[in-house]
Each structure stands twice: as structure tokens, then as C-alpha cells.
């Protein structure tokens, strides 16, 4: 990858679809993540294409950097959590901020740095709360920046790699916050030592960050002043030159329509004429999988052990290939809507108000939405938006009830719930074997599935014991290994 090709498996989507297509939809989840403004990726995609072509990019090296730039944010929310907890605060929104200001003086007494902290922290706090957590964060041991960058550039990199992304892709998104100047990070490397293709997708990042918050002159000359600091000064001409032809912010302006970017974005993507194999497809779910995984400690690994789940029960019922394959890409996505919701909800040890409900509660919905836009996950995307409905219609988000719920929609439910059960939570522990069984026979009564719950209970010992690489497969040859990310196969250090 993956280079897309043509072979079949044993289920197949409804629809064709490129790995263009479904890139670009699922960036939407990654912005949502960073707190950026809804396009943000397909536009830093359009324009880093834009400026790879007038460096004379060769075509093998525009392909990787096409990648690059629609996955730059995929290690994103690995830092998340670590966000939220420094700064008390709606991790997406720090986010937002983080990007705007010059990293380079944060840690250092000035007053860019102190009006960042003090407006970002602990916001819903009193002053002395406010004080208080400012302090706790300067005093801590590290370098919060080093920390929250190196996560979400490694994390990236490792999913790159775990998707079969050439090399370059990966040290492209690694390399994201480098500076030329040798004073970015993780590596501080400097100058040449920065992989092309990361010194264009950084560009390209902020151009449409300043140009979306302050206009598009504002964004070339913020490029300009940090020629020779923060970015390549070739890339900076190549920016300048694509302006004075008017050939710069194509589909990238504020107010621009983000169908329109999209389309002209697929269509730039080198593998547009041939579809992906639905081997292709599956890996791409167990990426954003982990994405989805990494943005709370409590989540880390739910959506692989929900798919275990899954795909165990979904055996124990005989169900046909093509509803196995299905229900299993639902699991591996199903709480891709979670990527919207805050991590001082997530990590809440604390009971959470009905405001706060009411933000969980969307998060099926955000899901559909994001899914929606790809043909091949219509199915997949119904079945998302029903995991916590019920049959007695207690449910969420549209409270439907008995028959309105195909099996696949009631399997999944039963393997989130199973999952759940098995997993620690802010507000509680892991529960043991007995107890998970007492609990799902309570849900059996109205809420659940007694058929599905019995098919669960069936593969409870061996799902206890199953380790949370080895996820079954309808087929050796259909679906990929789900491995564990492992750190990336190279670590870029200066000469």
C-alpha cells in the first residue's frame, strides 16, 4: 500500500474505491482530532501537491508526497491525552492554538509563550485553580512540547508503517516539525538532513492554518518571515512563484467549497484508475483503528478487542462471510466519532453531567457522518451509528428498537458491551470473567440480544486468552495481520 490493485476476497464492499477517496474522507476524522478547521488536510494536500510540482518533483516522489500530506496528522492522537491533562482543558482547542503560535518560544520567558498558557489553560477554573495548574505544568519534569510532538510524530509514522507506506511517506510525516534551523522536533535536525517531502508538507500545513485564521496574505508572509528558520527557502520561492501565477490557493481560500477541493484532491491521487483490494481496505480500518485507540489510556486497544469480539461471536452464529466482514471493518470504526469528543470527557474520572452525555452521545452520529462519504462503507456506516442502540429502544442516538436492528447491528453492540466490561475505565476496573457474565445476562433481559449474548458467552474463555495482535480472521488471505504498532524502522538523526 499499499499499492492499490485489483484482486478480489472473500466479501466484498458494495462499491469500488481508490485509496485517494478514502484518504481524503477519513482526514476529516484527523482534523476533527487536531482541532483544525474542517477540510484542513485535503487543502494542505492540495497545496503541498502544488508546490512538490513547481520543485520538479519526480512522479515516484510526488506519489509519496501525496500520502504524506493527506496522513500528516494520523499520529495526532497519541498526545491527546497528555494535551488535555497538562493544560485542563478541551484538548482539541489547545490544539487549534498550539498551531498557531511559534513553538520556539514556548518554555522561554516571553509573552507570546505566557498569553498561550494563561489563555488556554484550565479555562472553566477560577483564577487560583488557573494559577495553580500554570504551575504545576512549568514545574513539571520535561519538555511538554518535546514530549507532545515526539508522540504524535512517532505514533504517525509507526501507522504509516504498519500500512505499508514507502518509506518516505513515513520520514515525511515523522519529519512534520522540524525546522530548518535545526531547532524543530523530535530530531532538531537541520537543512538537507529534512526529507524533502516533510520540508513541503510543513510548509503546506501552515500555509492553510494562517491562511483559514488570517487571510492568504498573511499566510505567504509568515512563510516569508521564517524562510531560512522554520522552512526550506526553496520551498518558500516555490510558494512565491505559484502566487505570482495566481496559481497558489486553488480550492484552498476560506469560504471555498470543501467538495470541490475534495474532488480536485482525489483526482490528484497516483492511484486514481485502479481500485483497492479489500485486503487494502481492511488495513486501512485497523490504521484509524489505532488512531482511535491511542487518544485515551482507557480506549487503548477497544476497538481491536471489540473487533476480536466481534468477529468470534459473529462465528459462533454461523453468520455468512460477507456480514462477518462487514461487522468486523464496523468494529474496527466504531468509535471513530470518539475522535470528536474532548479527552477531559474521555479521562473524566469523575461522573459526567448531562451536557457531557449529550457531547458522548453524538459520537455515533459524527461516526456515520465521517463514513458516509465513501461508498464502500455505507453498510459499515449504519452499523456504527447503531452500536449503543438497544432493543427495548433505551439506546442512542435514534432509539430504535427489536427489528429496526439487524444482526450485524446487535452483534456489535454485544462486542462493544463485552469489550467495555473487559477493559479498565476512569471510573472503575477491569471486571473478572464471572462478573462480566452476571452483568451481560442483566442486559439480556430487554436490551440485548439473548442469541447474541449466548454466542458471546460461548467464546468468553477463549476470547480471555486471545492475544490482542492475534485477531481472527475469516482468512489468512483476506485479512491483514492486526499487529500491535511497533516504534517506526528508522529514527532520522543529524549527521
Known amino acids: 500500500m499499499p499499492q492499490p490493485h485489483a484482486s478480489s476476497a472473500p466479501y466484498t464492499a458494495r462499491e469500488p474505491v481508490t485509496l485517494g477517496e478514502i484518504l481524503s474522507a477519513l482526514s476529516v476524522a484527523l482534523d476533527i482530532t487536531e482541532g483544525a478547521r474542517p477540510g484542513h488536510a485535503i487543502r494542505t494536500c492540495m497545496l503541498g501537491m502544488q508546490l512538490g510540482g513547481e520543485l520538479g518533483l519526480s512522479a515516484p516522489a510526488m506519489a509519496d508526497l501525496y500520502y504524506a500530506l493527506l496522513l500528516k496528522d494520523i499520529g495526532c492522537s497519541a498526545n491527546a491525552s497528555r494535551m488535555a491533562e497538562a493544560f485542563d482543558a478541551d484538548d482539541q482547542t489547545v490544539k487549534q492554538q498550539f498551531k498557531l503560535m511559534d513553538r520556539e518560544k514556548l518554555g522561554k520567558p516571553n509573552r507570546e509563550a505566557l498569553t498561550f498558557v494563561w489563555e ?90 494562517f491562511c483559514q485564521e488570517y487571510g492568504p496574505a498573511r499566510a505567504l508572509d509568515t512563510l516569508r518571515e521564517r524562510a531560512n528558520a522554520w522552512y526550506d527557502p526553496e520551498v518558500v520561492r516555490a510558494a512565491e512563484s505559484l502566487q505570482q501565477r495566481g496559481a497558489l490557493w486553488t ?11 475534495r474532488s480536485a484532491v482525489v483526482a490528484l491521487d497516483p492511484g486514481s484508475s485502479l481500485a483497492l483490494a479489500e485486503r487494502d481496505i481492511d488495513l486501512i480500518c485497523s490504521g484509524f483503528a489505532d488512531v482511535v485507540d491511542a487518544k485515551s489510556p482507557f480506549t487503548f486497544r477497544h476497538s481491536v478487542a471489540t473487533t476480536e469480539a466481534a468477529t468470534l461471536i459473529s462465528r459462533a452464529m454461523d453468520l455468512p462471510l460477507e456480514s462477518t466482514g462487514m461487522v468486523r471493518r464496523a468494529a474496527l470504526l466504531h468509535d471513530i466519532g470518539m475522535l470528536s469528543v474532548p479527552n477531559t470527557l474521555l479521562d473524566k474520572p469523575e461522573p459526567l453531567s448531562s451536557e457531557e452525555w449529550a457531547t458522548v452521545h453524538r459520537h455515533p452520529l459524527v461516526g456515520k457522518q465521517l463514513l458516509s462519504s465513501v461508498g464502500a462503507f455505507r453498510d459499515v456506516a449504519t452499523l456504527v451509528s447503531q452500536h449503543h442502540e438497544r432493543l427495548d429502544g433505551s439506546g442512542y442516538p435514534h432509539r430504535l428498537k427489536g427489528s429496526e436492528l439487524a444482526i450485524e447491528a446487535r452483534i456489535l453492540a454485544v462486542a462493544d458491551v463485552l469489550s467495555a466490561m473487559m477493559a479498565s475505565r476512569p471510573y472503575r476496573e477491569d471486571l473478572h470473567p464471572g462478573e462480566v457474565q452476571r452483568q451481560l445476562a442483566q442486559e439480556t433481559a430487554a436490551r440485548l440480544d439473548p442469541a447474541v449474548v449466548d454466542a458471546a458467552l460461548s467464546v468468553l474463555d477463549e476470547l480471555a486468552v486471545l492475544p490482542l495482535e492475534d485477531i481472527p480472521a475469516i482468512d489468512l488471505s483476506a485479512v491483514p495481520d492486526l499487529l500491535l504498532v511497533e516504534p517506526p524502522p528508522f529514527r532520522l538523526t543529524p549527521a
Open 120 to 209: 488556554n489553560v484550565a479555562p472553566e477554573a477560577d483564577v487560583w485553580s488557573r494559577v495553580r495548574q500554570v504551575y504545576r505544568m512549568v514545574s513539571s519534569r520535561g519538555d511538554l512540547t518535546a514530549e507532545v510532538i515526539g508522540a504524535r510524530c512517532e505514533r504517525g509514522a509507526a501507522i504509516l508503517h504498519k500500512l505499508g507506506m514507502p518509506i518516505d511517506t513515513c520520514a515525511a510525516v515523522y519529519t512534520l516539525d522540524e525546522h530548518w534551523n535545526g531547532h524543530g522536533l523530535p530530531d532538531r535536525l537541520a537543512g538537507d538532513q529534512i526529507p524533502l517531502a516533510g520540508r513541503i508538507c510543513s510548509a503546506a500545513q501552515y500555509l492553510d492554518l
Open 251 to 261: 480550492h484552498c481560500l476560506p469560504g471555498d467549497d470543501q467538495n470541490e477541493v
